[in-house]
């Protein structure tokens, strides 16, 4: 979470004059602001935790399954299509309504500012598992306690970290946009549309404020929780097992687990062999729902020029044999 008066340095245009007030979620995290992250984070998380109990003492109501898996699955779609795959990397190129919504959608998931979020996540790829990468589990080195530490670290613990990466050259092309550079700033708005939804669609269907308030513990903290350590799953797990099929220079690996909750992003030893790809789960049974949205995206004619790998490009990137032993190999000596 940031503060509106968090704001990176403005950004040159073209002509020399700066951009104004480029984006919500600046170079440098104030207290205030690792404050509320670290709400955001404990608070949902025991919602989860209490979930539990609760869905077994008295259980789950269908409307409140209900909004918990739309709004789940609204906001890890807005993460992978458009924060991921369309904004930080080209998979495709949108129309202007469907660029709106994507970065909408993606606000809704509460990760944080979309500019914030793509100058992240370019800056991973740049350095990624190596020094520079913001958010690698093998930061601390190889030992089973570094590793223990590096995946606290990659999951959670990077969030805090008071230097944050300069968005003006990271992100330039979406500071530049002043639709998107608004969205961004409106991130702490959208965060309580997000979180308001659900309550206000369960209290109007039962007409109680009880089931106002199931549907907020459920379709907005439990949610909140669960997407979240799905989506930091992809920095920690994603980067420490998993199998290796890809030629790639880090340690990314394919968590077979995770596919579904995280929308296809953990085929990640794919992603990491070909970043620009619109599909992550290229082999067979790999399920990669945010793949059939965008091809749904582009029957309708809202998305063109998509990136979908070739046969020739997928076998370019493989390594010997399909127990990704030899890409493990590659990977130990590329961190």
Request: glycine fraction near 8%.
């Amino acid at each position: 979470m940031t503060s509106s008066s968090d704001v990176i340095e403005e950004a040159p245009m073209a002509n020399g004059t700066p951009y104004p007030s480029a984006t919500l979620g600046g170079e440098q995290k104030g207290s205030i602001e690792q404050i509320t992250l670290l709400l955001f984070i404990v608070v949902p998380f025991l919602a989860l935790v209490a979930a539990v109990p609760l869905a077994w003492g008295w259980g789950v109501s269908w409307l409140d399954l209900g909004l918990l898996v739309f709004f789940y699955f609204l906001g890890c779609h807005g993460i992978t299509i458009g924060f991921h795959r369309y904004f930080t990397h080209g998979s495709f190129k949108a129309k202007r309504p469907l660029r709106i919504a994507l970065a909408i959608m993606g606000s809704l998931a509460v990760e944080g500012p979309l500019v914030r979020w793509v100058a992240d996540h370019r800056r991973h790829h740049k350095f990624s598992d190596a020094q520079g990468d913001p958010h690698s589990p093998w930061r601390f080195g190889e030992t089973v306690p570094a590793l223990m530490k590096g995946l606290w670290w990659a999951h959670i613990g990077w969030m805090f970290d008071e230097e944050q990466t300069p968005q003006d050259k990271y992100a330039p092309d979406l500071v530049k946009d002043p639709a998107i550079r608004a969205i961004s700033r409106q991130f702490v708005y959208w965060t309580v549309v997000s979180l308001l939804l659900p309550p206000l669609i369960g209290g109007l269907v039962t007409m109680s404020w009880w089931g106002a308030f199931t549907a907020l513990f459920w379709g907005s903290l439990v949610r909140v929780a669960l997407l979240h350590h799905v989506t930091w799953s992809i920095n920690s797990i994603c980067h420490a097992v998993g199998k290796r099929p890809f030629k790639s220079r880090d340690r990314s690996g394919n968590v077979w687990w995770l596919a579904v909750l995280s929308c296809g992003e953990s085929w990640h030893n794919l992603h990491h062999a070909d970043p620009t790809s619109a599909r992550h789960g290229v082999m067979r049974g790999q399920i990669d729902s945010s793949a059939r949205f965008i091809r749904v995206f582009e029957l309708l004619g809202w998305a063109y020029d998509v990136r979908w790998p070739s046969r020739s490009r997928i076998d370019s990137r493989r390594t010997t044999g399909d127990d990704g032993s030899r890409s493990r190999k590659a990977g130990a000596e590329a961190a």
